[in-house]
């Protein structure tokens, strides 16, 4: 797998089957399984003592999905499919949504499977089973994967005006970084609970010299130009993510409540202007195409990183407090 690939990969929390059991049901004692397998009203727990692992994937050719290097579970280059969505519902009535991911072997016998829930999961809790799905599994899965801004965002116009993200529509001129002005495709929404790693992520109004807070999904990634290498990055323009700047004052995790999400889609990826940040608009590939519909899609060409392959910046070089601090001085002096 290229590097390329690697920086594009998709970090997620997940459980494994293992470590999700029927308490109470039909298929009491065992394990999370895959849908043929499953039964609706089964009740499962969350083992105690269970931690989230951190599965990265990566946009496969023809369509696959495939864990990604590094990643902290599953074995690197493995197909991963997108079996179901599950809805559980805790005692109190509240709902969880999940889904479930099937690793599999060279000789496509099941490998691994894995939990991943979009909000919280609490050990000891009995969570009903009350809905199987395998048609929306990745079409939720895809929002995940979206490059997506927050209600409320100014992105700069053509002309040089600023308009809040909800009020964009598909025609819509705005200015990108390489080229030039261009029309607004589509625009997606989508609301989710802004839970845990699925909370969105806010920089403060002048973190990187930015207008307004910016807030953002954690895997947006931000585009920075800087004048000196204060990062040691060994290159002046890089790409960052957002989720890798938090430092509990500046850049936030916005926990809780819900969150209204917007993709902005163009014919090609694009770099365009969100609070006066740069940023990546939303790119088609294995993992998001199932967001955009059929007629929007067919019209528009290959969404490659042309020009911006090869500048996403590791989380490991950005594990400091002051990293966001530094991207700001390096890119005004």
């Known amino acids: 797998m290229t590097d390329t690939a690697q920086a594009h990969a998709q970090s997620m929390p997940v459980y494994r089957a293992d470590r999700f059991v029927v308490s109470e049901g039909a298929n009491l004692g065992d394990a999370l399984s895959h849908a043929d397998d499953m039964m609706l009203d089964d009740v499962y ?190 290159r002046s323009e890089l790409l960052v993510k957002a989720r890798h700047l938090v430092n509990g004052d500046s850049v936030t995790v916005q926990d809780g409540g819900f969150v209204d999400y917007f993709e902005l889609l163009f014919d090609t990826h694009q770099i365009i202007y969100a609070e006066g940040i740069a940023a990546e608009s939303m790119r088609i590939d294995t993992r998001t195409k199932p967001v955009v519909p059929d007629e929007v899609s067919a019209r528009l060409t290959e969404h490659t990183d042309a020009g911006l392959s090869g500048l996403d910046v590791t989380e490991t070089l950005l594990d400091r407090p002051d990293a966001a601090e530094l991207l700001r001085r390096a890119s005004t002096r």
């Open 45 to 234: 727990s969350l083992m105690p003592g269970a931690q989230p692992e951190r599965l990265s994937l990566g946009a496969g050719p023809a369509d696959r999905l495939t864990v990604a290097m590094g990643s902290a579970c599953g074995v690197p280059g493995a197909d991963i499919h997108l079996d179901c969505a599950l809805t559980l519902m805790s005692p109190d009535g509240q709902i969880t949504d999940a889904i479930v991911l099937v690793e599999v072997d060279g000789d496509g016998h099941i490998a691994d499977i894995y939990l991943l829930p979009m909000a919280a999961l609490t050990p000891r809790t009995p969570y009903a089973l009350v809905g199987i799905d395998r048609d929306e599994a990745r079409t939720k899965f895809a929002h995940l994967a979206c490059a997506r801004f927050t209600r409320g965002t100014h992105i700069t116009l053509a002309s040089g005006a600023q308009k809040p993200i909800e009020a964009l529509e598909a025609g819509d001129r705005v200015l990108t970084r390489n080229d030039g002005v261009q029309e607004v495709r589509w625009v997606g929404q989508s609301t989710v609970r802004a839970t845990g790693d699925f909370a969105p992520i806010r920089i403060r109004a002048g973190t990187l010299n930015n207008d307004r807070d910016l807030i953002v999904s954690p895997d947006h990634r931000l585009f920075i130009y800087q004048r000196q290498d204060r990062l040691g990055a060994g």
